[in-house]
């Protein structure tokens, strides 16, 4: 099933790239790149590492009661994160944030999975109300309008599943048990133990001052994500305003729905192409340039800064599980850490 995906992704970044680029001049397309504000470019690359910054904070609120937690772990681990999804199918980076974050700070990774769940619908449900209030200004697409209704219905509805089982968490607690009976006898306990972690990582939404300030953060997250497009039209001298960035912001988010391969390549840039063509009118060339940039602004960041994170805390890695057990496979002796 997974092989079958990542195929799919292939082929479908393919053909994007394929029905996107056919019939560009390239000429002109470097010529457009070359006459970008490289000014205005580095703005928006440092735009997106303090919105990684807000996106820090976030986590951190919704891992109240893990206080011992350093920020600069979860900033380390986020970029962790985006490194690995970059490089690899299937969304790995999800699951390497999680086991970084267990062998950096304790947290277990169905807590630390938990709070991503979290997260995610926070992300989504934020740039649901964006898409809604920029449909009053903006003339969106027919075709958008029906998935929106959808997607808004269907996150909506997990949402409020959250806030039930964070608020009632013995109630929720006692529905699991009662599901895993199907489970085998010797399985339970260690399900039940993740279970009960899973629900304790949906803990800050049972406090609804913390769900407002999570609120907060993901709006300040996305609006500055739009910042960036909007940073990057002004490179281009794009003649859009802050709201198209926003649409792009919102298309090119819930695209990633789509498969495709690490790093959305394809995929991301056919919707930037595509939006900017049909819906804003653009020049097909100066689309096509914009689209290769913002990619690679969104895309490089976390391809410095993960790779960083990991050589300054790699003292830590002697000392953690996953090291331990490779060098004993290996049957070589386990250096001792360097002391801090």
Not at 169 to 183: Q, T
Not at 187 to 216: C, E, W
Not at 222 to 229: D, E, N, R
């Amino acid at each position: 099933m997974r092989k079958l995906q990542l195929l799919a992704g292939i082929a479908i970044s393919a053909l994007a790239l394929f029905i996107v680029l056919r019939d560009v001049e390239w000429s002109e397309v470097l010529d457009r790149i070359q006459e970008a504000n490289d000014g205005l470019l580095a703005l928006a690359a440092l735009i997106l590492v303090a919105t990684v910054i807000v996106r820090t904070l976030r986590w951190r609120a919704i891992l109240r009661r893990d206080s011992r937690v350093r920020l600069w772990h979860l900033y380390g681990s986020i970029n962790v994160m985006y490194f690995l999804n970059n490089l690899l199918p299937l969304q790995v980076g999800d699951l390497g944030r999680a086991y970084l974050l267990s062998e950096l700070a304790g947290v277990s990774m169905t807590r630390t999975l938990s709070t991503q769940v979290v997260e995610r619908v926070f992300d989504v449900l934020t740039l649901l109300a964006v898409l809604l209030i920029l449909a009053l200004f903006i003339d969106v697409p027919s075709d958008v309008r029906a998935p929106s209704i959808i997607l808004a219905a269907v996150f909506g509805s997990l949402a409020a599943g959250l806030l039930i089982a964070a608020s009632r968490r013995e109630r929720a607690l006692s529905i699991a048990d009662r599901l895993l009976r199907i489970a085998p006898a010797a399985s339970r306990p260690k399900l039940q133990s993740m279970t009960a972690s899973a629900v304790d990582g949906l803990a800050g939404l049972s406090d609804y001052r913390t769900a407002a300030f999570l609120l907060s953060y993901s709006a300040a997250i996305w609006l500055s994500v739009g910042l960036v497009v909007y940073t990057c039209f002004q490179a281009f001298d794009l003649p859009l305003g802050y709201g198209p960035a926003l649409f792009i912001v919102v298309a090119t988010t819930f695209g990633f729905f789509v498969p495709s391969t690490p790093g959305s390549f394809g995929v991301y840039h056919a919707i930037v192409i595509a939006v900017l063509t049909n819906v804003f009118d653009i020049e097909k060339s100066s689309a096509v340039s914009f689209a290769l940039v913002v990619h690679l602004i969104f895309y490089l960041p976390p391809m410095v800064i993960g790779p960083a994170f990991l050589w300054l805390e790699r003292d830590l890695w002697r000392q953690s599980s996953f090291w331990t057990k490779l060098r004993e496979l290996r049957g070589a002796p386990i250096p001792e850490a360097t002391p801090q």
